[in-house]
Nanobody, 116 residues
Framework: QVQIVESGGGLVQPGGSLRLSCVGS????????MSWHRQAPGKEREFVAE????????IYEDSVKGRFTISRDNGKNKVYLQMNSRTPENTAVYYC?????????WGQGTQVTVSS
């Protein structure tokens, strides 16, 4: 059974940092592109960052580039999202996604709240 599980969400103050973790199982992890997406209250899910199978290439949504960093450790079947300079606008449920044609799989998400 394919499983993708996010962790590391929580409450942080504005300007603080948070690292999200995602672990995959039930599939060949290093054959999947991995990505992070988020959904704020009342808004549709949006792309945040993506990393290639080997980790050699990354793509970021413009608003997070320079503040967020996506990385992966294929030996641990994990992908990370380091989020710096947090703002209240970053509050959302963050989802981890694995993709390898023809399959796409999503985790259940982890809540990140930025508030003082």
């Amino acid at each position: 059974q394919v499983q993708i599980v996010e962790s590391g969400g929580g409450l942080v103050q504005p300007g603080g940092s948070l690292r999200l973790s995602c672990v995959g199982s039930g599939f060949t992890f290093n054959n999947y592109y991995m990505s992070w997406h988020r959904q704020a209250p009342g808004k549709e899910r949006e792309f945040v960052a993506e990393i290639s199978m080997s980790g050699d290439h990354t793509i970021y949504e413009d608003s997070v580039k320079g503040r967020f960093t996506i990385s992966r450790d294929n030996g641990k079947n994990k992908v990370y999202l380091q989020m710096n300079s947090r703002t209240p606008e970053n509050t959302a449920v963050y989802y981890c996604k694995g993709h390898s044609l023809p399959w796409c799989n999503w985790g259940q998400g982890t809540q990140v709240t930025v508030s003082s």
